[in-house]
């Protein structure tokens, strides 16, 4: 995977889905674009005061753990940032109930970012086979409903509670 490549995308929105499912919100679907000459793809979630700052950074927590858990090779900490944050412009805004074109303070952008780290971070690593399932059929599908994104957690839940305990040192 690369930074902005098409399955980096789909991370960023699927994610957004899966922390507002997490947290008890609905997602109608995630879906590429076509509008744009380059592929863009959009999360249509429907939150509620308590959770939308959540739902709001979970694009950015997603970023963050592909860089920190090393699924983009090496990248320059500095120029990661920088696109961690761009790529969250509407994101962050969104989180401080802001016009998506309003500068943000140094202040607004720790607390987002700490909001995302401590709070939406831990939701995506639990989640990582489902997203990677998830991930897999909207690069296909170039859509993919709330209902479908369901469907997947509750079957990988199945199946971790039917694999049997692995028996170490035999
Ligand atoms: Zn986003």
Request: hydrophobic letters at 40%; one cysteine or more.
């Amino acid at each position: 995977m690369k930074v902005n490549d098409v399955e980096y995308q789909c991370w960023h929105e699927l994610r957004h889905a899966f922390v507002c499912i997490d947290l008890g919100g609905d997602v109608e679907c995630v879906e590429f674009l076509e509008d744009h000459n380059v592929d863009q793809a959009r999360a249509r979630c429907t939150t509620n005061k308590h959770i939308r700052q959540l739902v709001a950074c979970g694009g950015f927590a997603a970023e963050l753990v592909l860089y920190r858990d090393g699924y983009l090779g090496y990248q320059d900490g500095n120029s990661m940032t920088q696109t961690l944050f761009r790529n969250a412009t509407i994101d962050r805004a969104m989180y401080h109930s802001l016009d998506p074109r309003a500068e943000l303070t140094e202040v607004q952008d720790r607390e987002f970012m700490i909001s995302a780290y401590n709070s939406a971070v831990p939701i995506i690593r639990r989640y990582m086979n489902e997203i990677t399932i998830a991930v897999a059929e909207l690069k296909n599908s170039k859509i993919i409903s709330g209902e479908r994104i369901r469907q997947i957690i509750a079957e990988n839940k199945k199946s971790i509670k039917t694999t049997p305990f692995p028996m170490f040192g035999l």
